[in-house]
């Protein structure tokens, strides 16, 4: 089993940045990708990153250019570096973790930490 546990969720304003981190631990031999997702209220899940172990990463249309996805993985973390942020960016950010980064092969999710942009 994998566990996966989110940091960095909060309250900022439009235009502000903030960093979500991402820890797994477990048996990680198998996660050789990671990913950032996003569902507002009513919304659909979005994938707004995703990372391989390799360091090839891959991104949301809405986010690109105000979103860095990267890893460390001495730590087992991933980060995703939000600038920018828009009123429309408020949503509960999950991470997820699987052998590759096809959202049916995402096997273990986090529980989600709450991003809220006041405008």
């Known amino acids: 089993q994998v566990q996966l546990k989110e940091f960095g969720g909060g309250l900022v304003q439009a235009g502000e940045s903030l960093r979500l981190s991402c820890a797994a631990s477990?048996?990680?031999?198998?996660?050789?990708?990671m990913a950032w997702y996003r569902q507002a209220p009513g919304g659909l899940r979005l994938r707004v990153a995703a990372?391989?172990?390799?360091?090839?990463?891959d991104y949301g249309d809405f986010v690109k250019g105000r979103a860095t996805i990267s890893r460390d993985n001495a730590k087992n973390t991933v980060y995703l570096q939000m600038n920018n942020l828009k009123p429309e960016d408020t949503a509960v950010y999950y991470c997820?973790?699987?052998?590759?980064?096809?959202?049916?092969?995402?096997?273990?999710w986090g529980k989600g930490t709450l991003v809220t942009v006041s405008s």
């Open positions: 997820a973790a699987g052998p590759n980064w096809l959202e049916l092969d995402l096997e273990y």
């Open positions: 990372i391989t172990t390799g360091g090839i990463t």
């Open positions: 477990g048996n990680i031999a198998n996660i050789k990708a």
